[in-house]
């Protein structure tokens, strides 16, 4: 059974800060892998999807890096903004449709 | 993507009573899809919706729990049956298209909590 596991569980740093969110799974035979962004009252947000066949992908501000041989993900996030402010979940697709997700790192961008 | 938009968008209910919730999507879509998000937990699937038949539940989630109707390609209910404190949950709907090629889009939730 895959498991998602995301490191830290919390993360408060101020403003203009760079930061990294890490993801890792057990299961490496996975189709994708996506991070969603969860604001309270507004459901989930893709941020970015990274295939299997890829290693990483951006967007603005957002840098996923996927190894899968190892089980890894990280969404690294430059000059980090109050607007940044929610959770963060990592997804991975298997086979079967089913995206089984950890359990997010709530982060907090500070003025 | 499409739109999600999903009722009802919190609820405060009774023991012992059921709940029914709708997900509507503005366009048609392939699969659709219901999770449940616990208190502290991650987002756990619950079933495929499938479109003229039968829903196809996870491990550890039955019909009798969760019935689960997919008239059509827009449209699909969620009902959490008998409810028990344990129920307290964010219900989500989600959609997407081939698996493993589109990226999942889901809708804001429905907060149930169960007294």
């Known amino acids: 059974k895959q498991e998602v596991t995301q490191i830290p569980a919390a993360l408060s740093v101020p403003e203009g800060e760079n930061l990294v969110l890490n993801c890792s799974f057990t299961d490496s035979a996975i189709y994708n892998l996506q991070w969603f962004r969860q604001d309270p009252g507004k459901g989930l947000t893709s941020l970015l999807l990274i295939q299997s066949s890829q290693r990483e992908q951006t967007s603005g501000r957002l840098n996923a890096s996927l190894d899968k041989s190892s089980g890894r993900s990280t969404l690294y996030i430059a000059a980090s903004q109050p607007g940044d402010s929610a959770t963060y979940l990592c997804a991975v697709e298997g086979s079967g449709y089913a995206l089984n997700f950890g359990k997010g790192t709530s982060l907090l961008v500070t003025p | ?115």
């Open chain 2, 1 to 115: 993507s499409a739109v999600i938009s999903q009722k009802p968008s919190r609820d405060i209910c009774q023991r012992g009573t059921s709940l029914t919730i709708q997900c509507q999507v503005d366009s048609q879509v392939t699969m659709m899809f219901w999770y449940r998000q616990q208190p502290g937990q991650s987002l756990t699937l619950i079933a495929t919706a499938n479109q003229g038949s039968e829903a196809t539940y996870e491990s550890g989630f039955v019909i009798d729990k969760f019935p689960i109707s997919r008239p059509n390609l827009t449209f699909s209910t969620l009902t959490v049956s008998n409810m028990s404190p344990e129920d307290s949950s964010i219900y989500l709907c989600s959609v997407g298209g081939a698996p493993g090629a589109n990226v999942l889009t889901f809708g804001a939730g429905s907060r149930l909590t169960v007294l």
